[in-house]
């Protein structure tokens, strides 16, 4: 895992690249204290899995920054970072291009949690008040709703959904080996708080894996995820 951090408060900057050397042996990071600090090191070497950018560092003009980086690197993972996630810029961000807008405030397990899972091909953004995803989240999957815990609505699916999801086969559905598990613990009724307790997750990340697979199943909710998974024969292990 190669990471490139740009963050111009030195004592982040190091107290995060202590705690992914901590908890990520082999894990290779570079730093920048800046913006045009991290243009030149890119220009030498943009090989990496991901770069971690501080959205209110000089040199990065609101999303300008981002922008820039995405014109000279269209391929490059790139999540933004900052002490506080406006609707409105973090929405902004992903419509550029981004893979993920990371709190700081997010606990250092919670953060290589989100970081894995932006590597892993899937998107993360902060819940609002309401414990929601941004509202770019649902832009992109116009077809998700309700994904919260046993009980909640959204949980039974009408005739005309049923028969409008396309029939698909296990070998269709590619899940990754987390996405496995929550959906293991999902067929057993498990709410998110119990999954995350189970798996050792923070439960922001279940919820996101939750809507992965409710995407790759495409159903609409977390009891339709349960209910296609036995019809399709899935289990643990498949």
């Known amino acids: 895992?190669?990471?490139?951090?740009?963050?111009?408060?030195?004592?982040?900057?190091?107290?995060?690249?202590?705690?992914?050397?901590?908890?990520?042996?082999?894990?290779?990071?570079?730093?920048?204290?800046?913006?045009?600090?991290?243009?030149?090191?890119?220009?030498?070497?943009s090989q990496y899995d991901l770069v971690l950018l501080d959205f209110r560092m000089p040199g990065m003009n609101?999303?300008?920054?981002?922008?820039?980086?995405?014109?000279?690197?269209?391929?490059?993972?790139?999540?933004?970072?900052?002490?506080?996630?406006?609707?409105?810029?973090?929405?902004?961000?992903?419509d550029i291009g981004a893979v993920g807008y990371f709190p700081k405030t997010l606990s250092g397990k919670a953060l290589l949690q989100a970081i894995q899972l932006v590597l892993s091909g899937q998107r993360f953004m902060p819940l609002d008040e309401n414990n929601r995803m941004m509202p770019s989240y649902y832009?992109?999957?116009?077809?998700?709703?309700?994904?919260?815990?046993?009980?909640?609505?959204g949980g039974t699916e009408d005739g005309d959904s049923k028969r409008a999801r396309q029939v698909r086969t296990t070998n269709d559905i590619k899940l990754t080996p987390r996405e496995n598990e929550v959906l293991t613990y999902l067929m057993r009724g498990a709410s998110n708080k119990e999954i995350a307790r189970n798996?050792?997750?923070?439960e922001v990340t279940v919820k996101l894996h939750v809507r992965g697979i409710c995407r790759k199943l495409n159903v609409k909710n977390r009891t339709q995820a349960a209910m296609h998974a036995r019809e399709l024969g899935l289990a643990a292990g498949h």
Do not use: C, W
């Open 62 to 94: 609101g999303h300008e920054g981002l922008r820039k980086l995405k014109a000279v690197y269209p391929d490059l993972r790139i999540a933004l970072m900052s002490g506080v996630a406006e609707p409105n810029d973090v929405s902004a961000a992903m």
């Open 199 to 202: 798996l050792d997750l923070q």
């Open 1 to 45: 895992m190669r990471i490139l951090l740009v963050d111009d408060h030195t004592l982040f900057r190091d107290a995060l690249v202590q705690y992914l050397e901590r908890a990520e042996p082999g894990i290779e990071l570079a730093v920048a204290k800046d913006f045009y600090e991290a243009e030149i090191i890119l220009s030498k070497n």
């Open 139 to 153: 832009s992109d999957h116009p077809n998700e709703a309700d994904v919260g815990g046993p009980g909640e609505a």
